[in-house]
């Protein structure tokens, strides 16, 4: 069973500045990465899968790179509505797995 | 515009069977290309995938929860729904249904688009 891992486990950030979220797979998924925004009292919101494929509707500022056991999320210019908790999950191997999560907030 | 809904008691009691019903709107549940999923959250942690059904009734599940769960579907209500048996306070959380767009390739995939949840809570 694969173990997703996400660091930092707290980002804060402030309004405009980029912001770099890791994630990690015990062993190799390929490209079969996706990332998930969730804002408190939410659902979350599918924003990136194949790695870097954006989902229909999300800003370019999301950006999603990466391969095998290390995958990056990028927002390039941080906005307010961006401050949220980020997952990352795989769907390489059976079962699919989220990781831990990232929570972005406000420097 | 895809839409889902979950339904179901917002408490339970203890060794008891969890049921959760969601509704799907605006497409229909017997789209050949997705399976249909359900993922919870306990409170304050991260998410975890409990299982999925396509809508000729195959299905497959988590292990970790596999001996325990049960997801059917209703195409003619283009509903899907969850039984989760012998409950404990471990399970409280919040259950979410949500599309599961599967990769060709790999046959697994992603999540999307997501019901709002539903809160259960498991005591006496």
């Known amino acids: 069973e694969i173990v997703m891992t996400q660091s930092p486990a707290t980002l804060s950030v402030s309004p405009g500045e980029r912001a770099t979220l890791s994630c990690r797979a015990s062993?190799?998924?390929?490209?079969?990465l996706a990332w998930y925004q969730q804002k408190p009292g939410q659902a979350p919101r599918l924003l990136i899968y194949?790695?870097?494929t954006r989902a229909t509707g999300i800003p370019a500022r999301f950006s999603g790179s990466g391969s095998g056991t290390e995958f990056t999320l990028t927002i390039s210019s941080l906005q307010s509505e961006d401050f949220a908790v980020y997952y990352c999950?795989?769907?390489?191997?059976?079962?699919?797995?989220f990781g831990p999560g990232t929570k972005v907030d406000i420097k | 515009q895809l839409q889902l809904q979950e339904s179901g008691p917002g408490l339970v009691k203890p060794s008891e069977t969890l049921s959760l019903t969601c509704t799907v709107s605006?497409?229909?549940?017997?789209?050949?290309?997705?399976?249909w999923g359900w993922i919870r959250q306990p409170p304050g942690k991260g998410l975890e995938w409990i299982g999925s059904?396509?809508?000729?009734?195959?299905?497959y599940y988590n292990p970790s929860l596999k001996s325990r769960v049960t997801i059917s579907v209703d195409t003619s209500k283009n509903q899907f729904s969850l039984k989760l048996s012998s409950v404990t306070a471990a399970d409280t959380a919040v259950y979410y249904c949500?599309?599961?767009?599967?990769?060709?390739?790999?046959?697994?995939?992603?999540?999307?688009?997501w019901g709002q949840g539903t809160l259960v809570t498991v005591s006496s």
């Open positions: 999950q795989q769907y390489n191997n059976w079962p699919e797995a």
């Open positions: 059904i396509y809508y000729s009734g195959s299905t």
């Open positions: 194949g790695a870097s």
């Open positions: 605006g497409g229909s549940i017997s789209s050949s290309s997705y399976y």
């Open positions: 949500a599309r599961h767009v599967r990769d060709i390739v790999v046959a697994l995939g992603w999540f999307d688009p």
């Open positions: 062993q190799s998924v390929s490209s079969n």
